[in-house]
């Protein structure tokens, strides 16, 4: 079943609005008609919908079955990605979305190869059209936010708004801790997930973290490249909540 995306301005108590390209899409590429029915996510929710009929620039649709498809972790999980080059962060978005991710943001460690150019931060626009395009294949309730990339330190400011931190570290060792650190988890917790780049993190940086309340954890003997690391920690920590909360 197709699903789309609307702001709560489109959503008007059971009747819903679908407008832009969107609209275009339903009329002329699916050429959908009145009746059909399609699942409009708006508000962290997806409601089943039926097409009511069609204007000149919009589908008016209403609300046949709330919360039809409820795809959300019972956590909120925000990753920390170490700036790795482009391509592979497109394949973290893209994962770290159908993971259930709600956002991601990349951040210029110590060791990052790719430095950020504030000025010409052309980049940012093309990562949320991933995280949209994720989102809908992947049938989330919302689209993650992508934002613009920021230096290790502007991050720490943000650690302090979750519940917990993961740090997955490559010179850790054992895996109690990993096991440890996932009974932790707790139904609507804010959880953190944060990945050093290609070049791993430094030693004075897990330091860091681990004194804001990081509990630093091993992922395994193997030394996983950044994009494995991170679909690796967001896997583990959405198969535990799945399962367990
Ligand atoms: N340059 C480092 C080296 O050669 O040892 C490897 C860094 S790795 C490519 C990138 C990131 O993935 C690490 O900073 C860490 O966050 C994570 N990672 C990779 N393997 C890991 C492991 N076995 N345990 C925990 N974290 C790991």
Do not use: W
Request: aromatic share 6%; glycine share 6%.
């Amino acid at each position: 079943m197709y699903n789309f995306f609307i702001d709560k301005e489109d959503a008007n108590k059971n009747l819903r609005y679908v407008k832009g390209s969107d609209y275009n899409h339903i009329k002329n590429v699916l050429r959908m008609k009145e009746g059909d029915t399609v699942l409009i996510s708006c508000l962290n929710k997806s409601d089943l919908c039926k097409i009511i009929s069609f204007g000149e620039d919009f589908v008016l649709l209403e609300v046949v079955e709330e919360n039809y498809n409820d795809t959300a972790l019972p956590l909120s999980v925000y990753l920390f990605q170490g700036l790795p080059k482009s391509d592979k962060l497109e394949l973290i978005i893209q994962k770290a979305v159908e993971l259930g991710v709600d956002k991601i943001i990349p951040v210029q460690t110590n060791r990052s190869i790719v430095k950020i150019d504030k000025k010409k931060d052309n980049k940012t626009a093309r990562y949320n059209t991933i995280a949209e395009s994720a989102a809908k294949q992947s049938k989330r309730n919302s689209i993650p936010e992508v934002i613009p990339a920021i230096t290790f330190n502007e991050a720490l400011p943000l650690l302090k708004d979750l519940d917990l931190l993961i740090v997955p570290y490559e010179s850790h060792n054992g895996m109690e801790g990993t096991l440890s650190t996932l009974r932790e988890l707790k139904k609507d917790m804010k959880v953190g997930v944060f990945i050093g780049p290609e070049g791993g993190f430094e030693q004075k940086e897990v330091d860091t973290l681990s004194c804001l309340g990081g509990k630093v954890i091993s992922l395994g003997k193997r030394i996983l490249r950044t994009e494995t690391a991170s679909i690796t920690a967001l896997s583990m920590l959405m198969l535990y909540a799945e399962i367990n909360l």
